[in-house]
């Protein structure tokens, strides 16, 4: 069974780095694609970033613009998002998502197993 618990989040200034982590407590995690997702306060979820099972392809969204970075070690069942230069507008709570499926994929319908999320606030 695949659940997954983010970390990481917290209260930050502009300009500020984090590191989320996302750890899924199942057995499949390395057949899996795993993503990002976010949702800001009043706004629909939408996706951040996506990774491979291999860790070879990964998916951003345009707006990120180089500022985050997704990776994953497999032989610690984690997927990590890096965000460097925050702004206020990256203020959010970020879910990561597993789906069962090898292929990395932006479409938030395509992924099976949600995490609680953790909240990430960035002040100007």
């Known amino acids: 069974q695949v659940q997954l618990e983010e970390s990481g989040g917290g209260l930050v200034q502009a300009g500020d780095s984090l590191r989320l982590s996302c750890t899924d407590s199942g057995r499949t995690f390395s057949s899996q694609t795993m993503g990002w997702f976010r949702q800001a306060p009043g706004k629909e979820r939408e996706f951040v970033a996506t990774i491979s099972a291999s860790g070879i392809t990964t998916y951003y969204t345009d707006s990120m613009n180089g500022r985050f970075t997704i990776a994953r070690n497999n032989a610690k069942n984690t997927v990590y998002l890096q965000m460097n230069s925050l702004k206020v507008e990256d203020t959010a709570v970020y879910s990561c998502?597993?789906?069962?499926?090898?292929?990395?994929?932006?479409?938030?319908?395509?992924?099976?197993?949600w995490g609680q999320g953790t909240r990430v606030t960035v002040s100007s």
């Open positions: 998502a597993a789906r069962r499926s090898p292929w990395a994929t932006r479409r938030q319908s395509e992924f099976d197993y």
